[in-house]
């Protein structure tokens, strides 16, 4: 009689009684049997080798029980291996199922669905939050190599792929030991699926599978303001009429993400890296992920943690942590100077509260 080691005593004590009775069902008048339950097994032998020269009375039992331990022995090295078999299939089993409910979860946050059994089909079937598998996005991607790296944000590189149908893309591929890469999935797939605007760049599907978080935005083939303002040979193509434009999107896109969605949401990352520009040259705001919701009438909050990019950040937000929308209007303030001036910034990256911001004249 055997138990695996993940049973307490109980447990075991009540497995080998139902494999007892197993055994009396199947093998009764028997030499011997064998009955295996998940975690227990149960062995009976009995096998009387007696030979002509038999000894005398006294030693007959010896003779019996030599065959009788070596059956036994094979058989118990059989069941222990057996038992470390169930055991490390159980142990694997239960181990992916928690990894499975966690995605499970996080689809149910995002979708706002609670059926876990149906998870999987609603996210196929939704046409807010489609789902794009993984071998689409490799083979889009090229495996994401190098050559179609588009950039490197702070959760994780942006890759350009090529879907099937010739159609284009954009792969932000988060980062996957990244705690801070998971809270921005959330907030980009929550907020992007959910807000609609000609200003705000469009969330094409995602993908969760195999540890990977993967998110996939209709591609902007101009790429961000940025490499526009900044870049000399570029900067010629910023006519007056086309800069002016920039800036009037822009502002739309801030004012529907302030005032004119079911949702008021703070960006908190504004700055020209975050503004695209497709094909026409017309912007749209991206990365959300470090955006942020206000219920009803709430107008600003504090926060403890400080994330943004120094020289876009309003003073307030840096040095205290209170956000509002004026803090996107300050971001945005900043941009304006920018496209009009064709002059960077001078600014970094802020990970923690900020002690003073650095303006330049």
Same mark, same amino acid.
């Given at each position: ?48 080798t ?26 118990? /090295? ?6 470390c ?9 239960i181990?992916?199922?928690?990894e499975?409910? %966690?995605?499970v ?19 196929? !079937?939704s %046409? ?19 050559e ?24 932000k ?15 980009e ?16 599907g995602?993908?969760?599978e ?18 526009f ?11 007056? %009429?086309k800069r ?12 529907y ?12 990352d504004?700055?020209?890296?975050n ?27 504090? !926060?403890?943690?400080?994330?943004g !990019?120094? /020289?876009?950040?309003?003073p ?19 941009i ?26």
């Open positions: 009689m055997q138990c695996t080691p993940d049973i307490s005593q109980e447990e075991c004590d009540s497995c080998l009684r139902a494999a007892k009775s197993s055994f009396k069902e199947c093998c009764h008048g028997k030499q011997g049997g064998f009955v295996q339950k998940p975690n227990c097994m149960f062995t009976f032998d009995l096998i009387p007696i030979t002509q020269d038999q000894k005398p009375e006294k030693n007959q039992n010896k003779s019996i029980w030599v065959p009788l331990g070596e059956s036994s022995s094979a058989i118990l /090295g059989l069941a222990l291996v057996s038992a078999c169930i055991f490390l299939w159980k142990r694997t089993n181990q992916g199922d928690k499975d409910s %966690q995605e979860q996080l689809l149910d946050l995002v979708i706002g669905s609670g059926n876990h059994e149906n998870s999987s089909e609603n996210v196929e !079937t %046409q807010e939050f489609p789902s794009i598998k993984l071998d689409i996005l490799l083979a889009a991607t090229t495996n994401f190599c190098d179609n790296k588009l950039g490197q944000g702070g959760f994780g590189p942006v890759y350009k792929g090529t879907l099937a149908d010739g159609n284009e893309i954009a792969v591929r988060l980062s996957r030991a990244s705690s801070q890469g998971l809270l921005e999935f959330k907030n797939v929550m907020l992007i699926a959910k807000l609609q605007h000609r200003n705000l760049v469009r969330l094409l995602c993908c969760l195999k540890n990977e978080k993967l998110l996939v935005y209709e591609f902007m083939p101009n790429r961000s303001l940025d490499l303002l900044f870049d000399s040979s570029l900067a010629t193509q910023l006519s007056w %009429q002016f434009n920039i800036i009037k999107g822009t502002a739309r896109g801030i004012m993400l302030h005032e004119d969605s079911h949702l008021r949401v703070i960006h908190s504004l700055k020209a890296s503004v695209l520009l497709d094909h026409e040259m017309n912007p749209k705001i991206s990365d959300f992920g470090m955006a942020k919701i206000f219920c009803g009438d709430q107008n600003e909050a504090n !926060t403890n943690r400080v994330v !990019t120094y /020289g876009y950040v309003a307030e937000y840096a040095m205290e942590g209170l956000f509002s929308v004026k803090s996107d209007v300050f971001s945005f303030g900043v304006l100077l920018e496209i009009i001036s064709g002059k960077k910034n001078n600014g970094f990256h802020l990970s923690e509260h900020g002690m003073e911001i650095m303006v330049k004249r």
